[in-house]
């Protein structure tokens, strides 16, 4: 099936180190995006590329990084990771050729940062 | 003021029971309304879209309201399976798909 997909599912790391998820699809898709949800907060976007030349900051893109490097592959990047980011990442994809209507997650990464 | 407000739960009821919840949302211009579902520690998932005229989809009801900026979600008998989190979505306008997501309304049902 076609599918989104991300790794790593879990992470714990320690405040200052460099992070890298990364985000694959199978769908076809052509945009991307990268949210992160807490508590009682709900999703917030923090990065979405429309293709491979397009990266655009969402809300809360302080402190993180992307890159696209393929139509397929979305990554975030977390230069000197912090506790606060602690958090459950995100991504997703959409069809702007189809109505763009719907994203489709991947099944999240669970970011410890201590 | 959040952009897209929910009342959190929990909402605890019995298989076969009706039960709504409701989403307020601020700006006005917004173009497109969504439910999404999102299961325990698990991603969201496209429960239905909201059109104007309201919609309905077996056992699930929602409505539009424009000019209070209200959306709802209605389920009817509910099941078991039922029992998640439900995320209030809107599009804001600008063409670039870009989602608001409320802190969602948490379902238990019990037996």
């Known amino acids: 099936d076609a599918d989104v997909t991300q790794t790593p599912r879990n992470r714990i790391t320690k405040t200052g180190k460099r992070i890298m998820l990364e985000c694959s699809q199978t769908?076809?898709?052509?945009?991307m995006y990268w949210y992160r949800q807490d508590p009682g907060l709900g999703l917030r976007l923090i990065y979405y590329?429309?293709?491979?030349?397009?990266?655009n900051k969402g809300e809360i893109s302080d402190g993180y990084s992307v890159s696209r490097q393929a139509q397929a592959k979305f990554s975030l990047s977390l230069e000197s990771a912090i506790p606060n980011q602690t958090a459950l990442y995100f991504c997703?994809?959409?069809?702007?050729?189809?109505?763009?209507?719907?994203?489709?997650f991947g099944p999240g990464t669970r970011l410890t940062v201590l | 003021r959040k952009e897209v407000e929910q009342d959190p739960g929990p909402f605890n009821v019995p298989e076969g029971a009706t039960v709504a919840f409701n989403c307020t949302y601020s700006?006005?211009?917004?173009?497109?309304f969504f439910w999404y579902r999102q299961d325990c520690r698990k991603e969201p998932k496209l429960l239905m879209s909201?059109?104007?005229s309201g919609n309905e989809d077996g056992r699930f009801t929602a409505q539009l309201n424009r000019a209070s900026q209200y959306i709802s979600l209605l389920i009817r008998d509910s099941k078991l399976s039922d029992s998640a989190t439900y995320l209030c979505?809107?599009?804001?306008?600008?063409?670039?798909?870009?989602?608001?997501f409320g802190a969602g309304t948490r379902l238990a049902v019990h037996p």
């Open positions: 997703a994809t959409s069809d702007s050729h189809r109505g763009d209507n719907e994203q489709f």
């Open positions: 769908k076809g898709h052509d945009r």
């Open positions: 590329s429309f293709d491979v030349k397009d990266i």
């Open positions: 700006n006005s211009a917004s173009q497109s």
């Open positions: 909201v059109y104007s």
């Open positions: 979505v809107v599009r804001r306008p600008g063409g670039y798909n870009k989602l608001i």
